[in-house]
């Protein structure tokens, strides 16, 4: 399983979708940077202070790197862009994979070697990394890159109207308490929930060996998914219902609805359960 394990992450990494999904994420994700760098600078509101141009004092803690973080106070296009295709990042460095190679007979070699089970799982283990990385390590290089004029500093809890981070947001007292835990708690969230649904995508390749079905249906899916979400709680008299759509759940800062802990986590659980149940369909199938 280590031997099959290791080949399959390195078909996932050393291939040029790998590098493509990883070089927008990291392009998008510096024009944020970039952007905000030059509109919201710390040092440019000392340099006004020590000429004596702005005469109101502004607490450090509002110009933290942690606010202008993108996963929590990125307001521009590229954010945006960003949020939106992360889903499909996630899936286009392997989703693909199993699809292809039932397409061309490979998994016919594969299956006279080892135990479908191990194989399987291995392909859905690799997605699993992949699909993760892709779209944490870009949100990592932003902060890095707003860290360099914004000091990392614990923010304030009266940069509440400014953060949108309130009290009935997922874990808000550790961003209030311990910014660097709460970082780190999003890129794991972000990391499990884009590894799952790159598992679950690679492992759709077990019902059909259309690639581009498998990394098309299931992003416009989600899409749906959304546009649900936000009917039901506007039909329900516009109340501020929970987040299920997986575009706003990556995020640390959401615009409309609640995130919540016990949601997130079951939608990881279907995805972990669709996979498990995929794996038995694959593990049964006749290839021909």
């Known amino acids: ?9 390195r078909k996932a990494i050393a291939n040029p979708y790998f590098i493509v999904a990883l ?28 000429a004596g141009e702005n ?3 502004i607490s450090p803690a509002s110009y933290s790197c942690f606010i202008f973080w993108m996963s929590v106070g990125g307001d521009t296009v590229w954010c945006f862009m960003f949020y939106r295709i992360a889903p499909l990042l996630a899936i286009v ?28 799982a291995a392909k ?19 902060l890095a890159l707003v860290a360099t004029t914004a000091p990392a500093v614990v923010p304030e809890v009266f940069d509440v109207i400014t953060t949108g981070i309130y009290h009935d947001n997922l874990w808000a007292s550790w ?32 019902l059909t060996v259309n690639r581009v079905a ?6 416009v899916a989600i899409y749906g998914l959304q546009f649900l979400n936000e009917r039901i709680f506007l039909a329900l008299g516009g109340i501020r219902g929970f987040q299920l759509s997986l575009f706003e759940n990556l995020r640390a800062y959401t615009t409309q609805y609640v995130q919540n802990g016990w949601i997130i986590a079951g ?17 049964r199938r006749d290839e021909q």
């Open 1 to 9: 399983m280590k031997r099959l394990l290791k080949t399959e992450l």
């Open 23 to 50: 070089g927008i994420g990291l392009l998008l994700c510096c024009a944020e940077a970039g952007e905000v760098m030059g509109r919201d600078s710390f040092f440019q509101y000392l340099d006004e202070m020590a």
């Open 55 to 57: 005469d109101v004092f």
């Open 93 to 120: 460095p392997f989703g693909w994979s199993l699809a292809s190679e039932r397409r061309i007979g490979y998994v016919d070699q594969v299956y006279t070697r080892t135990k479908r089970v191990r194989y399987l």
């Open 124 to 142: 859905a283990l690799a997605a699993f990394a992949v699909g993760g990385t892709v779209v944490v390590v870009p949100q990592l290089v932003n």
């Open 175 to 206: 961003f209030y308490e311990a910014p660097g835990i709460y970082v780190a708690a999003y890129c794991v969230l972000d990391f499990v929930l884009c590894g799952t649904w790159a598992s679950f995508v690679v492992l759709l390749g077990c």
């Open 214 to 219: 498998v990394l098309t249906i299931p992003y």
């Open 267 to 283: 939608e990881v659980l279907l995805l972990a359960g669709a996979c498990l149940l995929l794996m038995r369909v694959g593990c």
